[in-house]
């Protein structure tokens, strides 16, 4: 199994130092470390700017940073052996127009991932996670007191009552469900109402509480479009910063190509042959392919490109 990232917001090119940034003493030394660097974030939206090899992180020293911006770190890691952080200004005014003047641009995380290197789109996207989550926990969801930041921005510690809360990523199951019929295999693809015209994807839906990745995929095949799933097989995964889901992406087989649209999730279904998805991915088909950053989009090339 190659370990080479197939989709964005993968690659992260950091070593997270779990095993360190416990230390207080640890993180503080490498705080003060000269070759320190912090990534700039406002409002999840990643501060960019232009390089020879074209849009790139906007990176600051860290204690530039930490002076823009007090209090609002976290520690994502360490770049051949240098530390990396990354701030966050929050507020409604763009701080291009202050304390960030001259120093970049801020865009949308899924513009700025279409514009960025793979390594920076992932950094940039384990960051605006932290910050998601860090923003959803101020206080304990068992005794609901003011929660404290602590290794690094990876942990959250209640003074009241010591609990201790961690990020959490939300799994999500994801699969092209694919009919063996008579006249060779054909993939399906369905449509939510609030998506672009001619727009289509895979199947999708969270995992529940003591469900397995198999039984996620089969529910929501059977929900979503009233199938039998016989068989699952794991493709890749997708870290989704939107806020901090995990895609896990699979291909399904199915009993029946019967599909029908529950009308709640789906609104419409298409089945595609292998070369009616060559035509959706190169733009010959009436059916509008995943965006390039989508994990689905991924999970329809591979099947597409299949013998």
Known sequence: MSLDPLNTFAGNPLDRAGDLRNDPDWLAEQAERAGAQALVLWEGRPLLEDTPDGPGLAWLPFDQARDLVPDREVFLG??????????????????????????????????????????????????????????????????????????????????????????RVDPVVIMLAIHHGPNGPRCLLGRQAA???????????????????????????????????????????????????????????????QAQPDQTELEAVAWLTREEARDCLAGRHPVKPPPPMAIARTLLEAWAAEA
């Open 195 to 257: 998506w672009p015209a001619g727009r289509m994807s895979a199947l999708a839906g969270f995992l529940e509480p003591g469900e397995s990745i198999e039984e996620a995929c089969a529910r929501e095949i059977k929900e979503e479009a009233g199938l039998e799933v016989t068989a699952v097989r794991y493709h890749s995964s997708q870290p989704w910063p939107f806020p901090s889901q995990l895609m896990i992406g699979l291909m399904a087989d199915v009993s029946s190509d």
């Open 78 to 167: 360490r770049w051949d052996e240098e530390p990396v952080f990354a701030v966050e200004f929050e507020g409604s005014v763009d701080p291009t127009s202050g304390p960030a003047r001259g120093l970049g641009a801020f865009h949308e995380m899924r513009d700025a991932a279409a514009l960025l290197p793979g390594r920076d789109a992932a950094m940039a996207g384990a960051a605006k996670s932290l910050f998601d989550w860090r923003r959803r926990h101020g206080f304990c969801a068992a005794c609901g007191t003011t929660t404290r930041n602590a290794c690094g921005g990876w942990k959250r510690v209640c003074p009241g009552c010591a609990a201790e809360h961690f990020p």
